[in-house]
């Protein structure tokens, strides 16, 4: 029977990310995903902030242009509030690009990926595959997704508060404008959430997101309807592709590890509870899940498990929960109205500046992309 250290459990970043740090450091890993291709299947827009690109290397050539303006709505769509930054704030990256490169990455240190592979489950130091022959595996890392199955067979926290997106990739005409991030604040097709757009410098990403429970006629007819008139498309044909989701915005779990695995991405709740961004997040835990992998299974010492502690992180980011509470109660258009006319004073502005624009990261973990052997810079095609 064929055994591994460490089985991973999703190829998507967070997935990935923690197979290749796992793998630098000696031990044998595998990758499953239920998905034949990582070009399929995409659920993320791909919008990497500042920060990320700050301190892990993306490669830049898998990259859109810089965007430094964001342009905030009410539903009434007339004089929105704009914030402009003196530095690139934001790039919506490639992200079935990103998806064969960080592939790559992890191969290149030693990993090995499987593509449509369904894991079925845990029993007794095995782990179970639809249609395929059980796997002797010491520790499972579960990057499946929001709604989890490694979670569950771990016994360890699942997701309960979880958005809904859905998003339409249009092409775009080349030689546009400098590009923009529109956000519009209104709770008829986006209620605890918000619609936006933004451009890659090949296509327009137009999406919403919001409570499934008040999105009572369905996410994809909510966003065809805001798509038949969002701001900012400048789109030259229609959508080459749809995408969409669960997303999870109750924050960090607080139990994400046990003996037996961990949690990493979306299945961890690394996901911030505010903006509903999770790139950033995912790559940071990811680098601490790594390390509390390694250094449990090579001392087996239960104490390390408690650096990943999903309660400690969690406390670093109870503003962030209260203000999710605050969005997530925002469901008539005239409270919209006056939560984006709040935002136009001087006041409201430094606020959203600092959400938008802000140098702190969530969680606040240091991490250790750009002192690693194996950069993803260092990967070539």
Not at 123 to 133: K, M, P, Q
Not at 295 to 320: I, K
């Amino acid at each position: 029977m064929e055994s591994v250290d460490v089985l991973v459990v999703g190829a998507g970043l967070a997935g990935l990310h923690t197979a290749r740090r796992v793998a630098e450091r000696g031990l044998a890993v595998l990758v499953v995903d239920r998905r034949a291709s990582l070009s399929t299947g995409i659920r993320t827009t791909g919008i990497f902030v500042r920060r990320t690109l700050d301190d892990f290397d993306v490669p830049d050539h898998l990259l859109g242009p810089g965007v430094r303006d964001v342009l905030l709505y009410p539903p009434s769509r007339r004089s929105p509030v704009r914030l402009v930054s003196d530095r690139d704030e934001y790039r919506v990256a490639d992200m079935a690009g990103v998806y064969a490169h960080a592939r790559r990455s992890a191969e290149a240190a030693g990993a090995t990926v499987r593509l449509g592979v369904r894991f079925a489950g845990l029993d007794a130091g095995l782990a179970r595959f639809a249609g395929a022959e059980p796997l002797a595996v010491r520790f499972v890392v579960g990057a499946d997704g929001a709604r989890s199955r490694v979670a569950r067979e771990l016994g360890l926290d699942v997701n309960r508060r979880l958005l809904v997106g859905a998003e339409l990739v249009h092409p775009i005409a080349p030689g546009g404008g400098p590009p923009a991030f529109h956000c519009v604040l209104d709770p008829r097709v986006a209620p605890g959430y918000l619609g936006w757009v933004i451009d890659d410098g090949r296509h327009a990403h137009v999406g919403v997101a919001g409570y499934p429970a008040a999105m009572r006629v369905g996410v994809r007819h909510l966003l065809d309807r805001f798509a038949a008139d969002a701001p900012g498309v400048a789109a030259v044909a229609g959508p080459v592709e749809r995408r969409g989701g669960p997303i999870p915005v109750g924050g960090v779990l607080r139990r994400l590890a046990c003996p037996r695995g961990l949690l990493v991405g979306d299945a961890a709740g690394a996901v911030s509870p505010l903006t509903a961004g999770g790139l950033d997040p995912c790559l940071r835990m990811s680098d601490l899940a790594a390390g509390v992998v390694v250094e449990f299974l090579r001392t087996g010492d239960e104490r390390v498990l408690r650096r990943y502690d999903g309660g400690a992180l969690r406390s670093r980011f109870r503003g962030r929960l209260l203000l999710r509470r605050a969005f997530a109660g925002i469901r008539s258009p005239l409270v919209a109205e006056a939560a984006v006319a709040s935002l136009r004073g001087r006041a409201g502005r430094a606020a959203a500046a600092r959400v938008l624009f802000g140098d702190r990261s969530f969680p606040d973990v240091a991490p250790t992309g750009r002192s690693s052997a194996t950069r993803w810079a260092d990967v070539q095609p």
